[in-house]
């Protein structure tokens, strides 16, 4: 009688690190090749433009990392105007859709207003403008600037497309897209669609399928952020190292403060006062804030955000949909209400000007009103511009705090993200629409994954 054993085993398979592990790596591993290639020091200075020559790895870091950006903005067109168009097409499925709408605003301008006081406060504490060792030498006035007047007539599409021409500088003629234009043509659109009713299922038919289309190239731009990671983090390290960090260390100081207050604080107490777990939010949305670090774009980061707000955060897709895209072109706590209001007060500390109370309170109002000058792109110049022309503040304080943005800009994209997730869950706390066994699902090895069908509604519980 035979009673040999089979003995043979499986082999093991290799499980790659989750997603949010991966951008961990490679945030380590940024800083890390950002500091060898900094001290390798630059290859010379170019004689003919006087400026320095990055030593080869330098050059690597900023063309993988400006490489990631370039593919996000190529896709933000067509994601904004295909993704606004879909959701307000989907309120039509959603009873007190117009409700909805308004609160979603109304907490918007909330948190907003919030973020902003604490900005105040912090720049009258800290006085980043009175302790700083940078020099009137590196006042400037960048090349794009904004005003209430640009503001309003930037609102006006100059065509379909949003597109717009600029001058290179060397007699050739570039183009870029005004995402606020577009985010004007998309909601336009989007009503027109509600209101035509049937006849317009057809066009409503290609947006959705376009929008998975558009969606499914986007993740392949998504998988490469861990990499994209190494040469963004890296490249700003090399490029500004600490002593930029040194001169403004009190503003830097000033503004993540204020965003750590924000995301650790005020978030938090949100959370709570609506019965709402802190840790199951922030381990739900943590992909997308992660991914926010890293790419400094609120609308490159949009689908992710989506994503977890349904599929772990337990918001409907129908009011997902609509939230998150408005929310990730108007919905700026980092850029729009922290950064500009500590900014401004830098300014005017460092050129000796004093700020009346009505001052403060305009620095409120184009924070809670003008965030959506920023457009959900990389930087905040716009908006900051736009806050110190309304204050009439020199425009050459802008050049003092160039040195350091991207490095800033990390951590205003994230607490952006963050709020943009936080309020729709909030809206739909209120409105009895949560699903509350999805926000308090035990979270997977990967709090996200891949979903292109818009039209079906998310599992009730995290797989």
């Not at 802008?398 to 309020?423: E, K, S």
């Not at 869950?425 to 292109?452: C, F, H, M, N, S």
Request: hydrophobic content about 50%; aromatic content about 8%; proline content about 5%.
């Amino acid at each position: 009688m035979n009673t040999s054993v089979n003995t043979e085993t499986k082999p093991t398979r290799f499980r790659t690190p989750s997603f949010g592990v991966q951008v961990l790596i490679g945030l380590v591993l940024g800083v890390v090749l950002g500091l060898v290639a900094r001290s390798i020091g630059a290859d010379g200075v170019d004689a003919t433009t006087g400026e320095v020559d990055p030593n080869w790895l330098t050059e690597t870091l900023s063309t993988i990392g400006g490489t990631f950006v370039t593919l996000l903005r190529a896709v933000v067109p067509p994601l904004v105007f295909l993704a606004i168009v879909a959701s307000i097409a989907n309120l039509r499925d959603v009873t007190g859709a117009a409700r909805l709408a308004w609160r979603t605003l109304a907490w918007f301008a909330i948190t907003a207003l919030i973020a902003v006081v604490i900005g105040i406060v912090l720049g009258l504490v800290l006085q980043p403008g009175d302790h700083t060792s940078v020099t009137s030498d590196a006042a400037s006035a960048p090349s794009t600037t904004g005003s209430w007047l640009d503001f309003l007539t930037g609102l006006v599409p100059a065509n379909v497309l949003g597109l717009e021409g600029y001058d290179n500088g060397d007699g050739s003629v570039g183009f870029s897209f005004n995402v606020l234009q577009i985010l004007v043509v998309s909601i336009a659109v989007g009503i027109a669609t509600l209101k035509v009713g049937e006849a317009a299922d057809a066009f409503l038919g290609f947006v959705r399928s376009a929008l998975a289309v558009v969606q499914k190239v986007l993740w392949w731009i998504i998988l490469l952020a861990p990499v994209a990671t190494v040469g963004l983090l890296g490249n700003a390290v090399a490029s500004y190292g600490w002593d930029a960090l040194g001169s403004l260390g009190m503003f830097t100081v000033a503004v993540y403060a204020g965003l750590a207050l924000v995301v650790a604080g005020v978030y938090p107490a949100l959370l709570r006062i609506h019965g709402l777990s802190v840790r199951q939010f922030f381990s739900g949305a943590w992909p997308a804030i992660s991914l926010a670090f890293v790419s400094r774009s609120s609308i490159g980061t949009m689908p992710v955000t989506e994503s977890v707000t349904e599929r772990n955060l337990g918001v409907p897709r129908s009011y997902a949909s609509f939230a998150v895209p408005l929310g990730a072109t108007t919905k700026m706590d980092g850029c729009a209400s922290i950064y500009p209001a500590i900014s401004a007060i830098f300014v005017a500390q460092f050129f000796g000007l004093d700020l009346s109370v009505t001052d403060y309170l305009l620095i409120a109002f184009v924070s809670v009103i003008g965030s959506a000058a920023t457009a959900g792109v990389t930087g905040a110049t716009v908006m900051l511009t736009l806050t110190l022309s309304t204050l009439g503040l020199p425009l050459e304080g802008v050049g003092l705090l160039l040195a350091i943005d991207p490095i800033l800009d990390m951590g205003r994209t994230a607490v952006n993200v963050a709020g943009q997730a936080l309020v729709p869950t909030i809206v739909a706390k209120r409105e009895g629409i949560l699903d509350q066994a999805t926000y308090d699902a035990p979270r997977g090895r990967d709090a996200w994954r891949e979903d292109v069908d818009a039209t079906r509604e998310p599992a009730p519980a995290l797989a």
